[in-house]
């Protein structure tokens, strides 16, 4: 299965410039993905991280892994258009290499355990075949409109 941009975007509620995963090549229903981040220069984040030798934040790098696991649950959700997964935490995060404009992260993302509203997932971000993030994740399922309410 592979999934583009616009599929992508039916399911995921980012949009630009903070949609971070542009293709879905691999779903194994409630218990894994595998998602594509191609890298660019393009990115507004590069102008100041860092000048002359640009590297992606590592909190975009975790970003890219939390959608494209909120991608894979929202798949799950009937009503997903009133649904967001939030992230609540996040543990065993090894930042092994930079990620550079030119790269193509390849995002690996296992569900470990799935309890009513609460997910924990396990991924890996890979460059050219080589680990350079992996985290374990903590995400919720809120409702859209509570959320949106004044002290909810």
């Given at each position: 299965?592979?999934?583009?941009?616009?599929?992508?975007?039916?399911?995921?509620?980012?949009?630009?410039?903070?949609?971070?995963?542009?293709?879905?090549?691999?779903?194994?229903?409630?218990?894994?993905?595998?998602?594509?981040?191609?890298?660019?220069?393009?990115?507004?984040?590069?102008?100041?991280?860092?000048?002359?030798?640009?590297?992606?934040?590592?909190?975009?790098?975790?970003?890219?892994?939390?959608?494209?696991?909120?991608?894979?649950?929202?798949?799950?959700?009937?009503?997903?258009?009133?649904?967001?997964?939030?992230?609540?935490?996040?543990?065993?995060?090894?930042?092994?290499?930079?990620?550079?404009?030119?790269?193509?992260?390849?995002?690996?993302?296992d569900v470990l355990v799935?309890?009513?509203?609460?997910?924990?997932?396990?991924?890996?971000?890979?460059?050219?075949?080589?680990?350079?993030?992996?985290?374990?994740?903590?995400?919720?399922?809120?409702?859209?409109?509570?959320?949106?309410?004044?002290?909810?």
């Amino acid at each position: 299965m592979v999934l583009d941009i616009v599929e992508i975007q039916k399911f995921l509620p980012q949009r630009f410039p903070f949609l971070m995963i542009d293709r879905i090549v691999e779903v194994e229903k409630l218990k894994r993905i595998v998602a594509i981040k191609n890298v660019t220069i393009n990115e507004a984040h590069f102008q100041g991280h860092f000048p002359g030798h640009p590297v992606m934040p590592g909190v975009l790098i975790l970003e890219s892994i939390a959608q494209t696991g909120g991608f894979l649950l929202l798949q799950e959700i009937p009503d997903r258009e009133n649904k967001f997964w939030y992230l609540a935490s996040m543990s065993d995060v090894k930042f092994r290499k930079p990620v550079i404009p030119g790269d193509q992260m390849r995002i690996e993302v296992d569900v470990l355990v799935w309890k009513g509203d609460l997910v924990k997932i396990q991924a890996k971000a890979k460059v050219d075949g080589n680990v350079v993030t992996e985290a374990t994740m903590l995400c919720v399922m809120v409702d859209r409109e509570k959320e949106n309410q004044p002290g909810k």
